[in-house]
């Protein structure tokens, strides 16, 4: 099977796209892709090879199979070029690409852990144990590209109008608190503020 960079190349190289891969660096995001003259998308990609040690990662079998896990400095890079940054991952196993925009990163519930490691002496290296079912799932690399478009294009909304809690994840349930804000309570907080 082609690597998934290596597909990813391929499919901006077909849509005569023009692009940068930085795929053999370890501080910038794989890809950057100029969508139009004002806006270019950056992202990381990544795919799931194999199945997870249920026992190592704490996951149960209905689990496992919606599971990802990325490095912790991965999500920070990702952070990093925010606002037109994400994250792509190739599922080798069922099949599907999956979408995570950075908003998406940042505000999904996830599980964070250290994972020892041993180079010259013991450390600790950060990982997320993150849902499939909280990204988007795509079919084809156009449909994620056309999710880069549909992100940008909407950005507005997603980063200031927006003002329920963005999202609907998978094992979220976002409830109601407080009382009732009525606009007399916004005169008297500007009021107050200004």
Not at 28 to 43: I, N
Not at 52 to 77: C, G, H, M, V
Not at 125 to 150: E, T
Request: glycine share 6%.
């Amino acid at each position: 099977m082609q690597s998934f960079e290596q597909e990813i190349k391929a499919f901006l190289k077909a849509q005569n796209l023009e692009f940068k891969d930085n795929s053999d660096s370890f501080k910038r995001l794989d890809f950057s892709v100029k969508l139009d003259e004002q806006w270019s998308f950056r992202f990381d990609a990544k795919e799931k090879r194999q199945r997870y040690n249920l026992q190592n990662w704490q996951l149960t079998s209905e689990q496992e199979p919606f599971a990802f896990i990325i490095d912790d400095l991965a999500a920070r890079k990702i952070l990093a070029y925010a606002p037109y940054s994400g994250m792509v991952i190739r599922d080798n196993l069922l099949g599907g690409y999956y979408f995570y925009s950075v908003l998406d990163l940042f505000l999904m519930p996830k599980t964070r852990v250290n994972r020892p490691i041993e180079k010259n002496l013991k450390a600790m290296k950060g990982k997320w144990v993150i849902d499939f079912r909280n990204g988007q799932k795509c079919g084809s690399m156009a449909a994620v590209l056309s999710l880069f478009r549909q992100y940008i294009t909407k950005r507005e909304d997603f980063f200031i109008n927006i003002l329920e809690c963005f999202g609907d994840y998978h094992g979220e349930d976002i409830g109601e608190r407080g009382e009732v804000r009525r606009a007399e309570y916004w005169d008297t907080d500007v009021k107050a503020t200004r």
